[in-house]
């Protein structure tokens, strides 16, 4: 599977958009790109997934660049319940490999 | 919203005892997986299963570690012989269908801490 790269952490004010890098510079042509989030000690929670086009679901829009090497995930309107870490995975088999993911901080 | 559930939440244990984990997946999904997470670190895949064998595993599930499905409901992972590294929150997810399609985002369950002393 691909490996990813994110940034360590990042801050987002309440209320507006948190921009949620990932690249992927190693996909190949059959791995979807995943996001997932864990807040705090909780389960990882599937948010929102892609292969080539945009997706847009409740929680996010994943926006994937059209040489699929990166992908943004967005989060329209932050809260602070979004604080978590956030995990962009690509796979194709079984076995999902965590990274280590993006702490996401919403302010106040 | 059907959801993944596991228990016990929190499992104590001594070193050299086996311990059983279990986890209810839902109700029409077909794969099921197990992770886990030692505190402070990353989440890691340790065994898918579908049609009850397993399909895939990592180096972290080795002869100690083995999963069963027993019934039409329960999902286990049973650590045999516990050793103090055991200790971390155990993650059971089950998806509808696997790799490669499209409804296969996986759904995980709040996690079962195991301590081993």
């Known amino acids: 599977d691909a490996k990813t790269t994110q940034p360590t952490s990042m801050d987002c004010a309440e209320g507006r958009a948190a921009n949620l890098p990932c690249n992927h510079s190693?996909?190949?042509?059959?791995?979807?790109v995943y996001w997932y989030r864990q807040i705090h000690s909780q389960g990882p929670q599937y948010i929102i997934h892609?292969?080539?086009n945009n997706e847009t679901n409740e929680m996010a829009s994943l926006i994937i660049t059209e040489d699929r090497k990166s992908s943004t995930l967005i989060l329209p309107h932050a809260t602070l319940r979004d604080t978590a870490v956030y995990y962009c995975?690509?796979?194709?088999?079984?076995?999902?490999?965590f990274g280590a993911g993006t702490r996401l901080t919403v302010k106040p | 919203e059907p959801e993944v559930t596991q228990t016990p939440s929190h499992q104590v244990t001594q070193m050299g005892q086996e311990v059983i984990l279990r986890c209810v997946p839902i109700?029409?999904?077909?794969?099921f997986y197990w992770y886990r997470q030692i505190l402070g670190q990353k989440v890691e895949f340790l065994v898918s299963?579908?049609?009850?064998?397993?399909?895939?595993k990592s180096e972290i599930f080795d002869d100690q570690f083995s999963v069963e499905r027993p019934d039409g409901s329960n999902f286990t992972l049973k650590i045999r012989s516990t050793k103090l590294e055991d200790s971390a929150m155990y993650f059971c997810?089950?998806?509808?269908?696997?790799?490669?399609?499209?409804?296969?985002?996986?759904?995980f369950g709040p996690g079962t801490r195991l301590t081993v002393t």
């Open positions: 997810a089950s998806s509808e269908a696997g790799a490669g399609l499209m409804s296969y985002e996986q759904y």
């Open positions: 190693t996909i190949s042509g059959n791995e979807y």
């Open positions: 892609g292969l080539k």
């Open positions: 995975i690509v796979m194709y088999n079984n076995d999902m490999r």
């Open positions: 109700s029409n999904h077909l794969y």
């Open positions: 299963f579908y049609n009850n064998e397993i399909s895939e």
